[in-house]
């Protein structure tokens, strides 16, 4: 079992950063490949990012490429997502995912994840 809590997000000006954090519970936490996805209102939910177990591979929505960047502290338990440069249409709730395969977060738009965490609230105004 795996719970996610995210963090970080708040409010911020277009053309400003922030970093969101996830912290997962659980010993096997350096096995899952861990993701990042949005919801903006009235929109379909989205993939952001994603990182290996290892942290070797990361992969990234076009949108957000050269922009945002996913990392992780296997030793802290902890996913990042540094965004800079943030644009309006970044507004969202963005929810930490966690699964065994990285697939689902990259080819299967995120159906049939493990866990998801509750999510935190990105707003960027213009």
């Known amino acids: 079992q795996v719970q996610l809590v995210e963090s970080g997000g708040g409010l911020v000006q277009a053309g400003g950063s922030l970093r969101l954090s996830c912290a997962a519970s659980?010993?096997?936490?350096?096995?899952?490949?861990m993701g990042w996805f949005r919801q903006a209102s009235g929109k379909e939910r989205e993939f952001v990012a994603a990182?290996?177990?290892?942290?070797?591979?990361?992969y990234y929505a076009d949108s957000v490429k050269g922009r945002f960047t996913i990392s992780r502290d296997n030793a802290k338990n902890t996913v990042y997502l540094q965004m800079i440069s943030l644009k309006p249409e970044d507004t969202a709730v963005y929810y930490c995912?966690?699964?065994?395969?990285?697939?689902?977060?990259?080819?299967?738009?995120?159906?049939?994840?493990?866990?998801w965490g509750k999510g935190t609230l990105v707003t960027v105004s213009s």
């Open positions: 995912v966690a699964d065994l395969n990285i697939a689902k977060m990259t080819t299967f738009r995120g159906r049939g994840i493990d866990y």
């Open positions: 659980g010993r096997t936490f350096s096995s899952y490949a």
């Open positions: 990182i290996s177990w290892s942290g070797g591979r990361t």
